[in-house]
């Protein structure tokens, strides 16, 4: 493999002349084995979200549940999720095991979300989630460490193939949407089970990250390095709050829209719409002005966001949804972008997991509270709920803007 200089590596420390770049400066989706097989498992996993994130609260619906105990059904695993994920994804920094607990992950998940399908009872329903995303929920994380890891040693783009992730979740909201109009809901746990064995499979078939070898890679950084730099933290908290500010429209706009007249694929049309201007982000992220740095594009997020639930609080017509769901893009799409770009510039990459890790807990923190909010204002409130996810996009926003006049000045992460 030829030697790629030390400037293309994404996620080294010393980024002060690449921090104006929103990805890597290579667009190409790689036909090397790595990327491809990170492509499609960024497929299975998000094929996975697609059926799961719109379609379980109608499974859970579909089993007696009401609105409130759907939101701790949601939120729990999301506050286990807290505990977990910093242990796992240090544990595979600390052993390099990146891919061993991506594979042992998905097994698990696999196995728990099986057991979900024949629980008895909201009760049972409860422990065998939590312990189903106590398993897969660390996989997002472990995942782009994986990406960051693998595609910066080769100088490739992470956007061009995480958009793989994208292009699945959409075949998974437009699949199970017209699925559902041919099955029960109560039948929508099956699909969810079976695109867990794709992601067992493509976890499988991932190749391990190849040692670091180098003068940066010297001894094992403290974590502590991560949680001493107010950057890092504000970034991890914009990145929070922002992502935190979708849990209504995760957990409930299916519900509102369906109870609102709209059938299982036009639902699943318009989920696709969003991850589709998600996608054309993506894609063209390689491609960005040097100059939008990646706190730009978190704080590009937040504004996005803001604007996106303050007008679903309104309760538009459904004429006006489809373009509210290009919003996407940003308040989902450049937000991500941006939170990985700092990433990929300020942390080591001996901490890269442990970094992700971080990032995870503090957003699972600020989601199990959106998430748990979220069921008991919508049960009161309706779409108005939405004002309370603006509020959070706005904040997230500020966190990002603070960051982002802070880095720059000085290297925020160093190496130990």
Known sequence: MR????????????RSGDANRSMPASPQFSTDHFALRLGLFYAAYFLFGGVQLPFFPLWLEARGL????????????????????PVIAHQADRHRALKGALVSGAIVGLGAMTLVAIAPGPLAILATFTLAMAALAPMLSLSDAYALNGLGARGRAYGPVRLWGSVAFIAGNVGAGVMLQSIAPGNLIWLIVASLVAVAAAAIALRPVEPVR??????????????????????A??????????????GFSTLHWRAGGLDGGTIGVLWGLGVGAEIVLFALSARLPAALRPTTLLALGGIGA???????A????????????????ASFGAAHLGAMGYLARAVPRGLSATAQGVLATLGGIVNAAATAASGMVYASAGSAAYFVMAGMALLGCACALWAHRRWGRRPQVQPQ
């Open 3 to 14: 030697e790629v200089p030390p400037e293309s590596h994404v996620n080294l420390p010393d």
């Open 237 to 250: 908290l914009a990145a929070s709050l922002i992502q935190g500010s979708h849990a209504l429209y995760y």
């Open 214 to 235: 180098g003068p940066q890679e010297a001894g094992r950084p403290s974590p502590s390095v991560l949680l001493r730099d107010p950057t890092f933290l504000a970034v």
């Open 306 to 312: 803001l604007l996106r639930w303050a007008a679903m």
């Open 66 to 85: 009401d609105p409130g105990t759907i939101g701790i059904v949601i939120a729990v695993p999301t506050l286990v999720r807290i505990l977990i994920t």
């Open 314 to 329: 309104l309760d538009p017509p459904t004429a006006l949804l489809p373009f509210l769901q290009l919003l996407h893009a």
